[in-house]
């Protein structure tokens, strides 16, 4: 008690039990699965995305169903799909990252692989909440902007 009286910080010791090894372990396949649906996912929407011009221009159809975007350049469509594609490879990343070294934490104990396997969950949950953020404000932005235009016209 008098440690806290006087502000000295005491060390925290955590054990980690069996059981939640266990649970780390686990975590660390389903993370393992998770990146190789998003690697495989993320290379998909990338050769999407060069593909896309070859589709346009072998289908007149196609392009008028796209309007403006088809008629012109398919570039824009061809950015989206690509950035769409490097957009989902990072989580995926984090995720592989997360698993290798939370295996090797659990596995061998090594409590530096262990803290950087939590490093990257919370870059990982880090990363998903800026995007939420950045979805969340876009829809009031969108909100704000349509109830500006129906009060103009």
Not at 70 to 81: H, K, L, P, R
């Amino acid at each position: 008690m008098e440690d806290l009286a006087e502000g000295v910080p005491q060390e925290v010791k955590l054990v980690v039990t069996e059981e939640m090894r266990s649970y780390l372990y686990d975590i660390t396949k389903w993370a393992k699965f998770l990146s190789i649906v998003g690697f495989v996912f993320s290379a998909m929407m990338v050769l999407i995305s060069f593909s896309i011009p070859s589709m346009i221009a072998g289908n007149p159809m196609l392009a008028k169903q796209l309007g403006t975007l088809g008629q012109g350049s398919s570039t824009a469509i061809t950015i989206v799909y690509l950035f769409l594609g490097l957009f989902y490879f990072y989580p995926s990343l984090l995720l592989f990252r997360i698993s290798n070294q939370g295996k090797q934490g659990v596995l061998f104990g090594n409590q530096e692989s262990l803290n950087s396997a939590i490093q990257h969950v919370k870059s990982l949950f880090k990363f998903w909440g800026i995007i939420t953020i950045t979805v969340i404000v876009g829809y009031f932005l969108l909100i704000f902007l349509m109830g500006a235009g129906l009060a103009v016209a």
